[in-house]
T-cell receptor, first 113, second 115 residues
Framework: DQQVKQNSPSLSVQEGRISILNCDYTNSMFDYFLWYKKYPAEGPTFLISISSIKDKNEDGRFTVFLNKSAKHLSLHIVPSQPGDSAVYFCAASRDNYGQNFVFGPGTRLSVLP | SAVISQKPSRDICQRGTSLTIQCQVDSQVTMMFWYRQQPGQSLTLIATANQGSEATYESGFVIDKFPISRPNLTFSTLTVSNMSPEDSSIYLC????????????FGPGTRLTVT
């Protein structure tokens, strides 16, 4: 039973355009959400997070939106750059300490020059 | 940020054997985490390792299969015992970002192939 879903295994976007990566979750007890980026042969690196008390968090070119009623979050990257090409994992925290993350399967983003 | 290294970076092992993966952090950390990423799957938490105490395993993972050591605040090992092809995965260790428990730094991973 996948608690965190990323239904698009891959996404291709033209450089300069917006990339939108989606994530859905089933457990209403999740209270903190994160996005990680992973390049080949490297470990995931933290990108951006959002608490369940917010519906938007922005950091430079990256914005995460949270829709609690729909149990849906999305990551927007604008403008997209070729260096953004990576696998993006959505993760949700399932306890008060935020240490036990449940990860989605990932979406491979390709930004085409 | 914490710098995390793992050894080996990759290995090919025969079924029935065991492999010990090492994780070294460049700073002292309280908690270290071990994850597995099976082919085409998401990252799954195996266990949480505190220094000086038994590791806490997630549902579906047991100490006999994945024994963990945590001898000090900068080092941990994960052993994959009696391996089968289903254990072929990338194994990653991670640590909390100091003061920010919701964020973690990950090692580069160990790619294990069991034949």
């Amino acid at each position: 039973d996948q608690q965190v879903k990323q239904n698009s295994p891959s996404l291709s976007v033209q450089e300069g355009r917006i990339s939108i990566l989606n994530c859905d979750y089933t457990n209403s007890m999740f209270d903190y959400f994160l996005w990680y980026k992973k390049y080949p042969a490297e470990g995931p690196t933290f990108l951006i997070s959002i608490s369940s008390i917010k519906d938007k968090n922005e950091d430079g070119r990256f914005t995460v939106f949270l829709n609690k009623s729909a149990k849906h979050l999305s990551l927007h990257i604008v403008p997209s750059q070729p260096g953004d090409s990576a696998v993006y994992f959505c993760a949700a925290s399932r306890d008060n300490y935020g240490q036990n993350f449940v990860f989605g399967p990932g979406t491979r983003l390709s930004v085409l020059p | 940020s914490a710098v995390i290294s793992q050894k080996p970076s990759r290995d090919i092992c025969q079924r029935g054997t065991s492999l010990t993966i090492q994780c070294q952090v460049d700073s002292q950390v309280t908690m270290m985490f071990w994850y597995r990423q099976q082919p085409g799957q998401s990252l799954t938490l195996i266990a949480t390792a505190n220094q000086g105490s038994e590791a806490t395993y997630e549902s579906g993972f047991v100490i006999d299969k994945f024994p963990i050591s945590r001898p000090n605040l900068t080092f941990s090992t994960l052993t994959v015992s009696n391996m089968s092809p289903e254990d072929s995965s990338i194994y990653l260790c991670s640590v909390e970002r100091p003061g920010v428990s919701y964020e973690q730094y990950f090692g580069p991973g160990t790619r294990l192939t069991v034949t």
